[in-house]
């Protein structure tokens, strides 16, 4: 199990559009399954490469109840999103200690390359949808702190810097 640590919301990485895939290696597997880990020890329900400082577009999703059932995506990009919407509060471990309500989507439909290098299609509702939202946010290079006001935003990063500073 390899768990790796997460870069700071300061690095620019985490600003910045990460790579594009150009296929599925061993390389690729191995990078999926430290995300996995890496996930699993927060716990969360998502990650995305560049919280970690890779600057590909690879993210694993698991909303499940019982864990062992991540979906593990290449340069994923939504393809069609429901109108309804659905507030759910998110957070990351790149600004630890705070969390917001951001409304998303309540389902997408994403296309991305799976594990085996074959683009698949495939609908994701709910916690499933937003954490998928989420980590294609940080692979164009946003985080969900983005989606708030500028005041808002520059609260909660001073309030996790000063917890981080404890």
């Known amino acids: 199990m390899t768990v790796r640590p997460f870069i700071p ?16 290696t ?22 995305a490469a560049p919280q970690i400082g890779i600057m590909q577009r690879l993210a694993v999703v698991d909303a499940s109840d019982k864990r ?27 600004l630890p200690g705070v969390y917001a309500r951001i409304e998303r989507p309540r389902a997408v439909t994403v296309r991305f390359l799976n594990d085996q290098g074959e683009i698949e299609e495939r609908d994701f509702v709910g916690l499933w949808a937003t954490s998928v939202q989420h980590q294609i946010d940080h692979l164009n290079g946003k985080v969900y702190v983005d989606h708030l006001t500028p005041l808002r935003r520059k609260m909660l990063v001073a309030k996790s810097a000063k917890q981080a500073r404890r």
Do not use: F
């Open 9 to 24: 919301y300061n690095d620019r990485r985490l600003h910045i559009p990460a790579e594009p895939v150009a296929e599925v």
């Open 26 to 47: 061993e390389t690729v597997r191995m990078i999926w399954d430290d995300m996995v880990d890496t996930m699993d020890a927060m716990p969360g329900v998502g990650l």
């Open 68 to 94: 062992g059932q991540a979906v593990r995506m290449a340069n994923p990009e939504v393809l069609h999103a429901s109108v309804q919407m659905r507030a759910h509060d998110e957070a990351s471990p790149n």
